[in-house]
């Protein structure tokens, strides 16, 4: 069974302690990685496409990576506007539209 | 260049009645997804259209159906509503459909409750 599957659900750091929130995949056919991030009670705001193992994008304070079975968002020197929940997503092949979304990471960064 | 916008944003019905939220999706974009997430849980795909006609469905029952219209823009209607259909509704679009890969953007989501 395609599962995605997040941690840790919730993560606490203080402003400027860096961490990685993880992504692990059990799918068959992937065609991308998405990350988003979400504001309580917002739509998902896109953040980065990875689409094979190996591959990094960046985009100021954080790094996403992918490997062949998981997906890591590095966070480096966090600060309190990054506290929010990051959503892991997956494309997969099949005969038609198929995304699967992680349960999220709740995000808490603390001045 | 405007978003995906959704109306209304905030919406409280009784159990039993019915509702329709809509979506306009970014311009250039012929795909629409419907998700639902209630409190405290992930997103749960409902439907996708794309060019006019549904593709795809989550596992919700029936009373859980909309269409798109030759400007792409999208309805959900949910019929006999019950209270555990509370829940931020979100529409996402994208330039390509199909799970192939294309991101897609969000809008800021309906929030439904069902007293």
């Known amino acids: 069974e395609d599962q995605v599957t997040q941690s840790p659900e919730a993560l606490r750091l203080q402003e400027g302690e860096s961490s990685s929130l993880n992504c692990s995949y059990t799918?068959?056919?992937?065609?991308?990685l998405f990350w988003y991030r979400q504001d309580p009670g917002k739509g998902p705001e896109f953040l980065f496409t990875l689409y094979s193992a190996g591959e990094e994008k960046e985009k100021e304070r954080l790094k996403a990576t992918l490997t062949k079975k998981e997906s890591f968002l590095h966070i480096t020197a966090p600060k309190p506007e990054d506290s929010a929940t990051y959503l892991c997503?997956?494309?997969?092949?099949?005969?038609?539209?198929?995304?699967?979304f992680g349960a999220g990471t709740r995000l808490f960064v603390k001045a | 260049e405007a978003g995906v916008t959704q109306s209304p944003t905030h919406l409280i019905k009784t159990r039993g009645q019915q509702v329709t939220l809509r979506c306009s999706p970014i311009?250039?974009?012929?795909?629409v997804y419907w998700y639902q997430q209630a409190l405290g849980l992930g997103l749960q795909f409902l439907l996708w259209?794309?060019?006019?006609?549904?593709?795809n469905r989550g596992n919700f029952p029936p009373r859980f159906s909309g269409r798109q219209f030759p400007n792409y823009s999208s309805e959900l209607n949910v019929n006999a509503l019950e209270l555990e259909d509370s829940a931020l509704y979100l529409c996402?679009?994208?330039?390509?459909?199909?799970?192939?890969?294309?991101?897609?953007?969000f809008g800021q989501g309906t929030r439904l409750t069902v007293v």
């Open positions: 311009s250039g974009h012929t795909s």
């Open positions: 997503a997956v494309g997969l092949h099949t005969g038609g539209f198929k995304t699967i």
């Open positions: 259209y794309d060019e006019g006609e549904e593709r």
């Open positions: 799918v068959s056919g992937l065609r991308g």
């Open positions: 996402a679009s994208s330039s390509q459909g199909g799970g192939i890969g294309a991101e897609a953007f």
